[in-house]
């Protein structure tokens, strides 16, 4: 399915407080993850969330910045991760893909996170201006949608 014959990302309706989460962003690209985070921030507003903003150096430090997250004093219900790899001529595009998202994963699943990735990978920089959006056909609301779906279901499960 393409973006654009997506369904437009709808915040999920959560019992209980008010979720809170980290929106960490690799801006290199700034204004397709600017419009990343526009989306995730209309989601996370309709479902009344509350959140702060991390920025760090790229797509391979997000995994990072989450694991340093769950060490540190602040709590969060959830994270969203936004960013953007454009293929260029090398290989590094796989390389960077490949360990981000693998990174994302690992963190995940070895602390049992609420994570919604909205890390672009990407052709062209048009495909990435396509999937950010203020349309609603915005990668970054689908990931904020994403991870408070998860929040919900933690919640429904009783893992928070």
């Given at each position: 399915?393409?973006?654009i014959?997506a369904?437009l990302?709808?915040?999920?309706k959560l019992?209980?407080?008010?979720?809170?989460?980290?929106?960490?962003?690799?801006?290199y690209?700034?204004?397709?993850v600017?419009?990343?985070?526009?989306?995730?921030?209309?989601?996370?507003?309709?479902?009344g969330?509350t959140?702060?903003?991390?920025?760090?150096?790229g797509a391979?430090e997000l995994a990072?910045?989450?694991?340093?997250?769950?060490?540190?004093s602040?709590?969060?219900?959830g994270?969203?991760?936004?960013g953007c790899?454009?293929?260029?001529?090398?290989?590094h595009y796989?390389?960077?893909?490949?360990?981000?998202?693998?990174g994302?994963?690992?963190?995940?699943l070895q602390?049992?996170?609420?994570?919604?990735n909205?890390?672009?990978?990407?052709h062209t920089?048009?495909?990435?201006?396509?999937?950010?959006?203020?349309?609603?056909?915005?990668?970054g609301?689908?990931?904020?949608a994403?991870?408070l779906?998860?929040?919900?279901a933690?919640r429904w499960l009783?893992?928070v």
């Amino acid at each position: 399915m393409s973006t654009i014959d997506a369904p437009l990302p709808t915040a999920p309706k959560l019992d209980g407080p008010a979720p809170h989460l980290l929106v960490v962003r690799a801006p290199y690209y700034q204004d397709v993850v600017d419009g990343l985070r526009d989306g995730a921030a209309r989601i996370l507003a309709e479902a009344g969330a509350t959140f702060d903003v991390l920025d760090v150096a790229g797509a391979l430090e997000l995994a990072g910045a989450v694991r340093l997250a769950v060490r540190g004093s602040r709590r969060y219900d959830g994270f969203v991760m936004l960013g953007c790899v454009v293929k260029g001529d090398t290989d590094h595009y796989d390389y960077v893909c490949d360990q981000a998202m693998s990174g994302l994963t690992q963190v995940v699943l070895q602390f049992g996170l609420c994570l919604g990735n909205g890390l672009l990978t990407v052709h062209t920089l048009q495909q990435a201006y396509d999937r950010s959006r203020t349309d609603g056909h915005n990668k970054g609301a689908e990931a904020a949608a994403a991870a408070l779906v998860q929040i919900k279901a933690a919640r429904w499960l009783g893992a928070v």
